[in-house]
């Protein structure tokens, strides 16, 4: 999921101990939590973002209300706010600064603070900062004329309340009617996305973040 990976190209210095993996209270560079998932960012990590430190492109937002795996209770549930993470490599949760070759963090210098918390030796840190003051999308692009009002419009439309309750429906609406409002949502998430790109000249990467996943991959 996060953390430590040392970095030898910041030039990080890490306990000889730490290096050597002699101890299991340091991070011995398993990579193992980076590859289980980059983190969720907190208020904390506001800047990374805004100064391009993280390039929004490489992030992606679980919106409010769609099922997430809860790394701290340890089960699936609806996310109560905005989760912006940042994505993995291809088709796998490695994440995307993980860098394999060297085991170590590729921005370990900038790295975001629920990868300074986590220890996977003791986890007390983590938990405790786990589901404090998350970064949400409009902490970051409120103020950009026009998206924002965009994307308030697809969160509204696009609820993950309205499309739970079309899924639950579709088995005992024998007129389709739950199933044909749920394929025009579905639709619906598609054009704007498109609309973005061919008529406001967005990065197509930056998708994810803006909008969330599509609903035609998380419903799957
Ligand atoms: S940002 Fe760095 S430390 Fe955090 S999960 Fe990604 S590679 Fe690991």
Redesign the pocket.
């Known amino acids: 999921?996060?953390?430590?990976?040392g970095?030898k190209k910041q030039g990080l210095k890490q306990p000889a101990k730490a290096r050597e993996g002699k101890t299991d209270t340091a991070c011995k560079r398993c990579?193992t939590?980076?590859k289980k998932?980059?983190?969720s960012f907190h208020q904390a990590d506001k800047a990374l973002i805004e100064t391009g430190v993280?390039p929004s492109r490489c992030l992606y937002t679980i919106r409010k209300g769609e099922m997430a795996y809860d790394n701290v209770r340890q089960c699936l549930e609806p996310v109560k706010s905005d989760i912006i993470k940042?994505k993995g490599k291809g088709d796998s949760w490695?994440?995307?600064?993980?860098?394999e070759a060297q085991a170590?963090?590729?921005?370990?210098e900038s790295?975001?603070i629920?990868?300074r918390a986590?220890k996977c030796w003791d986890t007390a840190e983590l938990e405790a900062l786990y589901a404090q003051k998350r970064l949400k999308r409009k902490d970051l692009i409120a103020d950009i004329e026009g998206l924002w009002d965009l994307i308030k419009d697809h969160q509204e439309r696009c609820n993950y309340d309205t499309i739970h309750a079309l899924v639950k429906a579709i088995s005992s609406d024998r007129a389709g009617d739950s199933r044909q409002k749920l394929a025009e949502l579905i639709q619906f998430d598609i054009e704007i996305r498109k609309l973005v790109v061919s008529r406001g000249g967005m990065d197509a990467d930056m998708l994810d973040f803006l909008f969330g996943r599509p609903l035609h991959r998380t419903l799957k």
């Open positions: 999921m996060k953390v430590a990976s970095n990579g939590c980076c998932g980059g983190p993280i940042i490695t994440c995307l600064f993980f860098d170590a963090c590729s921005i370990y790295r975001p629920e990868c986590l």
